[in-house]
C-alpha cells in the first residue's frame, strides 16, 4: 500500500466573507488578492488545505506591522495553533482590519509551519483606500 504524503497547500488567499471564529464554516472568498484596503472589517488571509496530518499540530504565524495595543505597547507576532483531526481538512487563517487603521498599514505575512519548519506563507499588502 502507497505511504501518504503529507501535504499542506494554499487553497486559495485573498479578501474574505466576515468569518465567525465560533463555527466550523470558513469564510467565502470574495477576491483573490494580495493588497487589501484597510477598511474596519475587511477580511484577509488564506485558506490551507491539509492533507494526510491527522492527529498533528500545526503553528501559524500572522506577521503584522508594528500595532499597538489599548495600553500602549507593541503587540507581538499573532501565534497559535491548529489541531489536524482528519486525513483531509482545511483551515482559514488570516486577521480582520479593526480601528485604527493607520497602524494596521503595511506589510502582513500569514505563515504555517510543522515542527517549526515553514510549509506555506502568503504575503498581504494594507494600503489605506483611495
Do not use: C
Not at 488564506?46 to 508594528?66: A, T
Amino acid at each position: 500500500m502507497p505511504r501518504r504524503i503529507p501535504k499542506i497547500t494554499i487553497a486559495n488567499f485573498g479578501k474574505y466573507t466576515t468569518w465567525d471564529r465560533t463555527s466550523n464554516k470558513l469564510p467565502k472568498l470574495l477576491k483573490y488578492t494580495t493588497t487589501v484596503e484597510a477598511v474596519v472589517g475587511n477580511e484577509f488571509g488564506i485558506i490551507i488545505d491539509v492533507d494526510n496530518y491527522k492527529g498533528k499540530v500545526l503553528e501559524f504565524i500572522i506577521k503584522h506591522p508594528p500595532i499597538l495595543n489599548t495600553k500602549g505597547n507593541l503587540m507581538p507576532q499573532f501565534k497559535g495553533e491548529l489541531f489536524v483531526h482528519s486525513n483531509h481538512t482545511q483551515f482559514f487563517v488570516g486577521d480582520g482590519i479593526w480601528l485604527p487603521i493607520n497602524d494596521k498599514v503595511g506589510e502582513w505575512e500569514v505563515i504555517i509551519l510543522y515542527e517549526g519548519k515553514k510549509h506555506v506563507s502568503k504575503k498581504f499588502q494594507i494600503v489605506l483606500p483611495e
